[in-house]
């Protein structure tokens, strides 16, 4: 079973700090998504990494794919109010790595943004 | 382009009920995805159909069994509610390819007494 473990579990910063939440496992992914989810509402997809060392952007979101695709980091810089939410991890769950709809999700991490 | 629909958005069932929970996916998506999402547990896998066929299904009791027409449209079922099955389930639909991203519905939170 591929198992993924998000750090922090909580996270309450104010606005303008910088963070990163941190995504593991013991299992090697042929690609991690992270996503993100606010109350009421279903997660999005904020990024998908693929290739081993992998950095991507998205504004102020920063996400790397581990060198050898067992864990990956998203940071943010400067965060706002409209960061708050719950961010997911999440690689393909099926055997040997493929996936029909399967996903395996880290717990996720709670971040709050106060003004 | 119309987004994942989840219906309904809240239900209240007690132990021993049925309940059947609907999602109509995005327009030209062919896979559907359940998901139940729970504060302890976190996300975790139901199962997936495309074309009407299940693909894929999670480690969960036969009480949950789903089925997916030939519009796409899916729903499922949970028999014999126990209180363990309050949670927010989630519906999510994709094209089809193997690890595509997921376009999830707002889900339905079913609340069992």
């Known amino acids: 079973t591929q198992l993924l473990e998000q750090s922090p579990q909580f996270l309450s910063i104010q606005e303008g700090e910088n963070l990163t939440v941190y995504c593991n496992s013991s299992?090697?992914?042929?690609?991690l998504q992270w996503y993100r989810q606010e109350p009421g509402e279903g997660p999005v997809l904020l990024v998908t990494?693929?290739?081993?060392?992998e950095v991507k952007k998205l504004k102020r979101l920063t996400f790397q794919f581990g060198d050898a695709r067992k864990d990956s980091s998203l940071h943010i810089t400067a965060a706002q109010p409209g960061d708050t939410g719950l961010y997911l991890c999440?690689?393909?769950?099926?055997?040997?790595?493929?996936?029909?709809?399967?996903?395996?999700f880290g717990q996720g991490t709670i971040l709050t943004v106060h003004p | 382009k119309a987004g994942v629909t989840q219906t309904p958005r809240y239900l209240i069932k007690t132990r021993g009920q049925q309940v059947t929970l609907s999602c109509s996916p995005i327009?030209?998506?062919?896979?559907v995805s359940w998901y139940q999402q729970t504060p302890g547990q976190g996300l975790q896998f139901l199962f997936e159909?495309?074309?009407?066929?299940?693909?894929n299904k999670g480690n969960f009791p036969g009480r949950f069994s789903g089925r997916q027409f030939s519009n796409s449209r899916s729903e499922m079922n949970v028999s014999t509610l126990e209180l363990g099955d309050s949670a927010l389930y989630l519906c999510a639909s994709a094209q089809g390819q193997v690890t595509g991203e997921l376009f999830f519905g707002e889900g339905s939170r079913l609340t069992v007494l």
């Open positions: 299992s090697v992914f042929s690609s």
């Open positions: 990494v693929v290739t081993g060392g």
């Open positions: 327009s030209g998506h062919r896979s």
């Open positions: 159909y495309f074309s009407e066929t299940q693909r």
């Open positions: 999440a690689g393909p769950g099926g055997a040997g790595g493929t996936s029909y709809g399967k996903l395996t």
